[in-house]
C-alpha cells in the first residue's frame, strides 16, 4: 500500500540528507516533489495544498534550521503530518450496550467481507459478535454473507427467502438476536452502484430504527477520489461515525486514505489489507504514517507475530536452531507461520528501512506455494533426513509437486547452504547484517 508515494517521499527525504544545510530554497523544491507525488498519489488538490503549507511552515521554523541534522527534523514533521492527516491517533469503536455497527456502501466495496472480517476482528478480542444479513437485493449476498459466517464460527441471522422489506428483517433480527447471546451485531446492508434516492431511504428508515453506535461506511481505496465523493454523500444521509477502507494492500497510490479523513472530518478506523478473513487490521494514523516513510511498523510487526506463532512452537525452533538440527519440517512450520502472519513481503515491509531494500528482491509468493509444494511432496523420511533425496527421489518430488526437477534441485541446494551457515555462527552473523539485500528467498 501507498508504495508510489512511499518512494516519491523516501527519494526527497535522501536528497535532502545530502544537503550538508537546510535552505529554504532547498525545502521548496523538495515540497514541490512531495506536492507532485501527493497528486499522483490521488490526494484531493485543496488537502495537498493544505499538507504542503503545514509542513513548510513547520520546516522553515528556527529550531529545524539550526539543528544538527536538519534532514531527520523533516522526516519527523513529515511524519506528524501525515498522522494527523490521517487522523491522530486512533479511533476504537463504541460498543457499549446495545453495541450495534450499521456497514454501507456501494456495490463491489466489500461489505460482506468486511462484515466477517469484523466479526472475526471482534471474536478475536474476546467478544461475541453476531451477523445480520439486510442486503435483499444482490444476488447470492446472503448466502455469501452465511458461508463467511461458517468459517469464523459466528452465528448469522438470515432473512426468509424472497423477503423484501428490510425493516421487517432487522426487526426480527433484533428478537432473534436477544435469544443468541451475543454483544455486538453487525448489520450487512445492501449497496448499489450509485447513491439514487431509493437506497437512500431505505438506509434512513433503517438507520432510524436500529439507532446504531457506530455508521461505518465500507469504501474501496483503489477507487480514490470517488470513494472520498462517496463518503461524504453517505456521511450527509445517515451521518458516519468512521470509514472502512478495502482493498489497501492492492492500491499503491492510496491517496483515498490520505483524503477521506481530511475532506469528511470521519476516522478510518480499520482497513482490509488482503482477501483472507485475517487481513482485516484497525487503522492506527502514527503506525501508517511510519510505513508510508518507510520506517516499518515494529509494534504492528510484533501485534502479526503474537497472534500467530506459538510460544511452545517457538522455544522448541529455537532449539532446533541452536543446535542446527533445522529440518524440512521445521522450514515448512516457518512457512505455514510467516503465511499466517500476512507473508513475507508483507512481512519484511514492516521493519524499519526494509521498503527501499525490498526493489528488486525476489518476493513472489507464488514460489513461496511452488517451494510449499516440493516440501509436501517428500515423504516423512525426506523431510527430516534431505540428504538420502537423491534422482530418482528427486523427479518423483517434481512429478508429485507440478515443478521441475531443476527447481527441486535448487531448493535443496539452498537449504543445504542454509543448514551450512546455521552451523557456521560467523557466517550466520554476516547473512543476517546483509538481510534483504537481493537474494532471492526460498
Not at 469464523?152 to 427467502?161: A, L
Not at 501485534?303 to 522455544?315: F, S, T, V
Not at 543446535?323 to 512481512?347: C, E, I, P, V, Y
Request: hydrophobic share 40%; glycine share 8%; net charge positive.
Amino acid at each position: 500500500m501507498f508504495a508510489n508515494l512511499s518512494d516519491s517521499l523516501q527519494e526527497t527525504f535522501k536528497k535532502l540528507r545530502g544537503h550538508g544545510k537546510i535552505t529554504e530554497s532547498n525545502i521548496s523544491d523538495a515540497l514541490r516533489e512531495v506536492r507532485l507525488a501527493l497528486l499522483e498519489a490521488d490526494v484531493e488538490l485543496s488537502v495537498a495544498k493544505d499538507f504542503i503549507a503545514r509542513v513548510k511552515e513547520k520546516a522553515l521554523g528556527e529550531s529545524v534550521l539550526r539543528t544538527i541534522s536538519p534532514g531527520q527534523q523533516i522526516v519527523k514533521i513529515f511524519n506528524d503530518e501525515i498522522a494527523a492527516l490521517l487522523g491522530g491517533d486512533a479511533s476504537p469503536l463504541d460498543l457499549n450496550p446495545p453495541a450495534r455497527i450499521l456497514l454501507v456502501g456501494l456495490n463491489g466495496a466489500g461489505k460482506t467481507t468486511t462484515s466477517a472480517k469484523l466479526a472475526l476482528h471482534l471474536r478475536k478480542e474476546g467478544r461475541r459478535p453476531l451477523l445480520i444479513a439486510c442486503d435483499l437485493y444482490r444476488p447470492a449476498a446472503i448466502d455469501q454473507l452465511v458461508t463467511l459466517a461458517k468459517q469464523i464460527d459466528v452465528p448469522v441471522f438470515r432473512p426468509e427467502p424472497g423477503e423484501t422489506d428490510v425493516l421487517k428483517v432487522a426487526k426480527e433480527a433484533l428478537k432473534w438476536a436477544e435469544q443468541q447471546n451475543g454483544t455486538v451485531l453487525i448489520f450487512d446492508t445492501a449497496g448499489r452502484q450509485e447513491v439514487d434516492e431509493a437506497l437512500v431511504e431505505e438506509l434512513r428508515q433503517l438507520h432510524r430504527l436500529l439507532d446504531p453506535r457506530e455508521t461505518l461506511l465500507v469504501a474501496d481505496a483503489a477507487t480514490g477520489q470517488q470513494a472520498v465523493s462517496v463518503a461524504k454523500t453517505f456521511d450527509g444521509i445517515i451521518g458516519l461515525t468512521g470509514l472502512v477502507l478495502t482493498k489497501l494492500d492492492g492500491d499503491a497510490r492510496g491517496g483515498a486514505a490520505l483524503s477521506m479523513r481530511s475532506v469528511t472530518g470521519k476516522p478510518i478506523k480499520f482497513a482490509g489489507v488482503g482477501e483472507k478473513l485475517s487481513d482485516f487490521e484497525a487503522f492506527v494514523p502514527d503506525r501508517m504514517a511510519g510505513r508510508i516513510l518507510g520506517m516499518g511498523d515494529i509494534v504492528g510487526l510484533v501485534e502479526k507475530a503474537a497472534e500467530a506463532i506459538d510460544e511452545n512452537e517457538a522455544l522448541r525452533m529455537a532449539e532446533r536452531f541452536k543446535r542446527a538440527d533445522f529440518d524440512f519440517n521445521d522450514f515448512l512450520s516457518q512457512m505455514r507461520m510467516m503465511k499466517k502472519m500476512g507473508g513475507l513481503s508483507s512481512l519484511l515491509g514492516m521493519l524499519p528501512g526494509m521498503s527501499d531494500k525490498l526493489k528488486g528482491v525476489d518476493l513472489d509468493e507464488k514460489r513461496m506455494k511452488r517451494t510449499e509444494a516440493i516440501v509436501l511432496s517428500m515423504t516423512p523420511m525426506e523431510r527430516t533426513r534431505p540428504e538420502i533425496i537423491k534422482a530418482s527421489r528427486r523427479r518423483r518430488i517434481a512429478m508429485g509437486s507440478g515443478t521441475s526437477v531443476t527447481q527441486v534441485n535448487q531448493l535443496l541446494k539452498q537449504f543445504g547452504d542454509m543448514r551450512k551457515m546455521m552451523r557456521n555462527k560467523g557466517k550466520m552473523n554476516q547473512m543476517m547484517k546483509q538481510f534483504g539485500g537481493g537474494k532471492r528467498p526460498f
